[in-house]
């Protein structure tokens, strides 16, 4: 075999033409964001923004942008809708001599040609015909994106949608198929089997990452972060600080480094003592009103999630929202911090009912729209970026890099393994625009704050950080709530730390430690190591636990040598 001949110098590498290529790509979605920042209402933008994050490998982003496209298409259709006049200006400059690129995707009229023929190409008639067009457009892009993030019963959905408008039109009916074989794959029923919509699942996963357009990560290593989470911290936590701390690398299953004197290992945050603590003492008193409660009408305080104080004679010292009686607080401190923080935006604005008393199965996706509600509320009152408000900045999402990310973007393609943020149509998209047009924001006009990105980015530092508590009728988790600084202390299964959630989250240093039953205690300089599993667990139920919850395989000492010791 011949040695390949080396590139003639100045010829293009593969490597290089798909660098150019992302390049370009990530330039128009950018001028696209900015266009679509001026003109929010043009429907025709939001789709060609959504054919650019098919084109870059985000389907779930693509999937955000065609669902707004479609609803600004029912706008345009209807007269007593309340952006019809926006919209109608926003696509006045479009005609049959300018027509949107993006319309020109195969027939999207097959099947119903007299459905937008007859409309005509100019004035009503014309944004009525690239109303009817662009639905359709919408229809396949969100069929064929969510189907390629896994969330199928709602892909079928918009198919179904789609072909009552154009019965023959051959992508969807293509989709469609793809969507039933994958299907019946998951579901492991024959070919011939039929499938109920029903059955379809709805839950798939995304990419889990810092976007290469967003702003807003800090570098939380710099002196300035630093020093901004310790003057926080300060109060909550006097003997402790926040410092970088070098952890093992977490692996994605056995491995041969248990025995190993050195490992990989990589710098994160974490939290360590200043000055000696006592065994049994108060490490950290945090409070947040950063928290979810997916039960209607529960006892449970609106801002800090802990069970309301019960009634005794002289009365009780809950509080409830003088403007909104349903909504109570524990007292008088957790309703001043609810009107600091968040509750102007939502008072009586009939938030109440959404994504409450769900079904087992999706109590956890309430619990964690549920914080992303609070999240937005937050941002909306405080009129800040939902990323910088500071109860989430600093958590690290566990991303992981977007090249890591890239994917094959054939329809046959499964998500690869490095996909890990759960998603749905309806965790992702469509309730979080219900929950902002219910707080009466503009969900159009206000994209650079609320982009689908942007919950994404959201989610991923929730999951990891946000702590539940189960109710003890139905053993549900119930509650949840996410404590930014408590969060920063590490993992370990031979913990110096232990924790408790009422109204404010508690860390106590142990007085016994696990391993040996030595006396607890911590030293100046030491690393605060809480537990985030049951420490009681052999080692391989904590490593197993430990890939859904720490992200890999525990590799911390107890681990190590429990498992060298039983030859696993
Ligand atoms: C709740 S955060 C802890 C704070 C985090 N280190 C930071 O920089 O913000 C949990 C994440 O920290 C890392 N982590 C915590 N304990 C660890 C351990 N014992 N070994 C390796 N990584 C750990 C994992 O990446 C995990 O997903």
Redesign the pocket.
């Known amino acids: 075999m011949e040695a390949p001949s080396p590139a003639p110098s100045g010829s293009v590498s593969a490597a290089d033409e798909r660098d150019a290529r992302l390049a370009a790509l990530l330039q128009r979605r950018q001028e696209l964001t900015e266009s679509l920042a001026d003109s929010p209402y043009d429907f025709i933008l939001f789709l060609e923004r959504a054919v650019v994050y098919s084109d870059l490998g985000y389907p779930d982003l693509a999937a955000g942008d065609a669902y707004r496209a479609l609803l600004l298409t029912d706008e345009a259709k209807d007269e007593s809708y309340e952006y019809h006049d926006q919209v109608t200006e926003a696509l006045e400059n479009y005609s049959s001599s300018n027509f949107p690129k993006v319309l020109y995707h195969g027939t999207l009229s097959d099947g119903a040609p007299d459905l937008f023929s007859s409309q005509g190409s100019s004035g009503p008639g014309m944004l009525n015909t690239l109303a009817s067009l662009a639905a359709v457009r919408c229809f396949q892009i969100l069929a064929l994106s969510l189907l390629l993030c896994g969330s199928l019963r709602s892909a079928y959905e918009f198919c179904e949608r789609g072909l009552k408008a154009v019965p023959d039109n051959q992508d969807l009916l293509e989709i469609k198929s793809y969507i039933e074989r994958l299907a019946r794959r998951r579901l492991q029923k024959a070919d011939n089997e039929p499938v109920q919509i029903q059955e379809l699942p709805d839950r798939g996963v995304v990419r889990r990452e810092v976007y290469p357009w967003n702003t807003y990560e800090p570098d ?1 290593f710099s002196q300035e972060s630093l020093s901004f989470l310790n003057s926080q911290l300060a109060e909550m936590a006097p003997k402790c600080e926040v410092r970088v ?1 070098n ?2 690398v ?1 692996l994605d299953g056995a491995s041969s480094t248990d025995g190993y004197d050195i490992i990989p290992t990589c710098n ?3 939290l360590f003592a200043k000055e000696d603590i006592a065994p049994g003492e108060v490490v950290l008193q945090e409070y947040s009103a950063l928290t979810a409660n997916n039960r209607h009408k529960e006892s449970t305080c609106d801002a800090c999630g802990n069970e309301l104080p019960p009634l005794t004679k002289l009365g009780t010292q809950a509080k409830c929202c003088p403007e909104c009686d349903d909504t109570v607080f524990c007292d008088e401190f957790c309703y001043q911090k609810a009107q600091e923080l968040y509750h102007p935006a939502v008072c009586n604005k009939d938030v109440d009912a959404i994504a409450k008393d769900p079904e087992a199965k999706v109590a956890d996706e309430s619990l964690y729209v549920l914080l992303l509600s609070r999240l937005l509320a937050m941002s909306s009152h405080q009129d800040i970026h939902p990323l910088d408000v500071i109860a989430i900045k600093y ?2 999402g ?1 991303f992981v890099p977007p090249s890591v990310n890239d994917i094959d973007l054939s329809v046959n393609a499964e998500p690869p393994p490095d996909w890990t943020l759960p998603f749905s149509f309806k965790y992702n998209i469509e309730t979080p625009l219900h929950i902002l047009e219910k707080m009466d924001i503009d969900i159009f006009a206000n994209l650079d704050r609320y982009d689908t990105w942007v919950f994404n980015t959201a989610y991923s530092k929730f999951r ?2 946000a702590s539940a508590r189960k109710s003890l009728r139905d053993g549900r988790p119930d509650v949840a709530a996410v404590h930014p600084f408590w ?6 299964c031979n913990p110096n730390v232990t924790w408790e959630w009422g109204g404010r989250m508690v860390l106590w240093a142990r007085k016994t430690r696990v391993v040996g039953h030595q006396p607890g205690g911590i030293k100046a300089g030491e690393e605060i190591f809480n537990h985030y599993c049951d420490v009681d667990l052999d080692v391989q139920s904590r490593r197993e636990w430990a890939k859904g919850s ?2 890999g395989w ?3 000492q107890r681990c190590r040598d429990e498992a060298q010791a039983i030859g696993l």
């Open positions: 939380r701390s952890l093992p977490l994160q945050l974490g958590i690290w566990d990891g950080t969060c920063l202390a590490n993992h370990d720490l992200g525990c590799m911390c």
